[in-house]
């Protein structure tokens, strides 16, 4: 997945602010006003996003692919 980047989102209305995200990925969320939103809105590829949006107990967390707009997160 090198090279790739990833658009990373955020439902505010899903989360429940249990601050997992931002817990084990502190480079890409961070809570704010008790929900998370993610620090940039565009990333290169990296696991711990993709390991923050499988671990979100509500798949509050979204993550496709720039460009192809392919989802990669929550699996479907
Ligand atoms: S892991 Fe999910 S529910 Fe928990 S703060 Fe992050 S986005 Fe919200």
């Known amino acids: 997945m090198s090279g790739q980047r990833w658009l990373v989102e955020v439902d ?8 997992m995200c931002a817990g084990s ?5 961070e809570l704010v006003d008790g ?9 290169d590829a990296d696991d711990e996003v ?7 107990p509500v798949e ?3 993550v ?4 192809t707009g392919r989802q ?4 479907e």
């Open 64 to 67: 496709r692919e720039v460009g």
């Open 12 to 19: 505010r209305d899903v989360c429940i602010g249990s601050g």
């Open 50 to 56: 993709l390991g923050a949006a499988e671990s979100c």
């Open 35 to 43: 929900r998370s939103r993610p620090l940039h809105g565009e990333v």
């Open 25 to 29: 990925a502190p480079a890409f969320f």
């Open 60 to 62: 509050a967390i979204l």
């Open 72 to 75: 990669l997160a929550p699996e």
